[in-house]
């Protein structure tokens, strides 16, 4: 089965700098690649997705790359503020067919923007 | 709020102990996902659920059973209740779309405790 691998498990920045959370997925059936912002005691939140078949993907302050060949992938968060602390997910699915889009998760990093 | 909701918030229990938690998908989503997160195993998927068909299964352990009813809720049976169980359970929903896996999103949880 998919294996996803995630780091660091922390990282702690000061206040708009930028931050790179990397992660690498063994099985290349995999063709979605959701990120996921969760605040403590919260649940998950997707906060940005990219599929196979595109390279880059940005959303204001947030951009994901893929490299497929790699198989790694990685969330850039830019001008970081204190609200973008919380533990960050990245998450592979493969659409196996009959609707199975199960989500195999990293082990999450923790963010810390110091003000 | 996503517009999943799960029954109950919170529930503490003892070993040996049975407990169901409730799951409603958003309008219109056909899928429900149910994962458990612990500190040391993290985010792990457990079953998903189609228009009331079970699609997958993952880590998910003979003592637990899951079920999706006709109005497309969900329910996760947990029985025989160890310490090992105490654990945040998160169900997500996603609809049928053309083109492979999408967006989960995911209800508040419901954190277990078995004393």
């Known amino acids: 089965g998919e294996n996803v691998e995630q780091h660091p498990s922390t990282l702690s920045v000061q206040e708009g700098d930028s931050a790179v959370i990397k992660c690498t997925y063994s099985?290349?059936?995999?063709?979605?690649f959701p990120w996921y912002k969760q605040e403590l005691g919260k649940r998950p939140q997707l906060i940005i997705d990219i599929r196979s078949n595109v390279g880059e993907k940005k959303d204001q302050r947030i951009a994901v790359t893929l490299n497929k060949t790699a198989k790694h992938f990685s969330l850039h968060i830019t001008e970081t503020q204190p609200e973008d602390s919380a533990v960050y997910f990245c998450a592979a699915s493969e659409d196996s067919g009959g609707s199975n889009y199960k989500l195999t998760f990293g082990k999450g990093t923790l963010l810390t923007v110091n003000p | 709020d996503s517009g999943v909701t799960q029954t109950p918030k919170h529930l503490i229990t003892a070993t040996g102990q049975r407990v169901t938690l409730r799951c409603s998908p958003r309008s219109g989503d056909l899928s429900v996902y149910w994962y458990q997160q612990s500190l040391d195993q993290g985010l792990q998927f457990l079953i998903q659920y189609y228009n009331g068909e079970e699609r997958a299964k993952g880590n998910i352990l003979e003592r637990f059973s899951a079920q999706q009813f006709p109005d497309l809720h969900s329910e996760l049976n947990l029985s025989s209740l160890e310490l090992g169980d105490s654990a945040l359970y998160f169900c997500a929903s996603s609809k049928k779309l053309a083109g492979g896996p999408n967006e989960q999103f995911f209800g508040p949880g419901t954190r277990l405790t078995v004393l």
């Open positions: 099985d290349s059936a995999s063709n979605y």
